[in-house]
């Protein structure tokens, strides 16, 4: 008896190996084991370090990749060296910027606060008063205006040499001190002084009479500029410097609204306050000639105190 096998009666299906490139790292399946081993078995702590590189594992395993390639790792120490010039350079901007605006802001917000600030507090950082510079702290024996506020801003200059430092300025202002008082002076003739240093100087100060221009001390703010200004230019801070101080007075009704702003040269022959000051303060809005009643003088004036 003989069997006639067709080449087609069965079916035969081929068994395939697993090739390593199909292996995978965590595919190993452990079922109802108690002790399993796979490799050497190792007592005691196991320190894994995994390394990666910039391709990730899956891929790099498609790619043929496996266990026992050598792969060149690439840590983040190593990366910041790589671009250490782009971290310098970002550090130095970030510093440079950090710098300019420490130095930068408060001057601007400095300059802001100037330009905001009122006049009174301008012109209080402005003011030295007796106790910065006098000899004589207080005043003794001068009298007050007979007329309150003022009518006139009576403008001089001291015709001394010139000042740029608050040092300078107050050693001529003692020395004038002293010279008018040695005169019969109670105190310095001016009721304020204007140094070259952007200063105000208190003279006799606000509501007393001054000893500046004979005809005028009785109603008038005398105002001495620090200098010569028939040969010397007067500064520009000098210049703001009057003009903060006539609007202060105004402000605390020290100086009348409607005042007259003059100089010791329309009263008497004094080249005061000196060429270079005149022609400027003439294109001041209250710059004034002097009337004839203007020239009346204090003694014939009644004591006036305006509230």
């Not at 391709?55 to 190593?78: M, Y």
């Not at 005043?139 to 040092?167: N, Q, W």
Request: aromatic share 8%; proline share 3%; net charge negative.
């Amino acid at each position: 008896m003989s069997l006639d096998i067709k080449e087609n009666d069965f079916t035969v299906s081929e068994l395939k190996l697993p090739s390593p490139s199909d292996l995978c790292l965590g595919q190993i399946s452990l079922k109802n084991c108690k002790d399993a081993t796979i490799g050497t078995k190792i007592d005691g702590n196991i320190i894994v370090n995994q390394y990666f590189t910039d391709t990730p594992a899956d891929k790099a395993l498609s790619n043929g990749l496996t266990f026992t390639d050598s792969v060149v790792l690439e840590d983040w120490t190593q990366k910041l060296l790589k671009y250490k010039y782009v971290w310098l350079s970002l550090i130095l901007a970030v510093v440079v910027t950090t710098v300019l605006c420490i130095m930068l802001i408060p001057q601007s917000h400095a300059k802001n606060n100037s330009e905001d600030m009122p006049f009174s507090l301008n012109y209080t950082l402005k003011l030295r008063t007796r106790h910065n510079w006098s000899l004589r702290t207080e005043l003794k024996d001068c009298e007050p205006l007979k007329i309150r506020p003022a009518e006139f801003v009576m403008v001089g200059h001291t015709v001394s040499r010139t000042c740029e430092i608050p040092d300078q300025c107050e050693d001529i202002m003692t020395s004038t001190q002293s010279d008018h008082i040695r005169k019969g002076y109670c105190d310095i003739g001016y009721s304020f002084v204007i140094g070259g240093d952007g200063y105000i100087y208190e003279g006799r100060g606000w509501g007393k009479s001054g000893a500046h221009t004979y005809g005028f001390n009785c109603n008038s703010i005398g105002v001495g500029l620090i200098g010569d200004f028939n040969k010397n230019i007067p500064t520009s801070d000098m210049l703001d410097m009057l003009q903060l101080l006539i609007e202060e007075g105004v402000r605390i009704r020290e100086i009348s609204q409607q005042y007259k702003l003059v100089f010791q040269s329309q009263v008497d022959q004094r080249a005061s306050p000196g060429t270079n000051v005149e022609k400027v303060l003439k294109n001041w809005d209250h710059w004034s000639n002097l009337t004839a009643e203007d020239r009346i003088g204090c003694s014939n004036k009644k004591t006036i105190t305006v509230t």
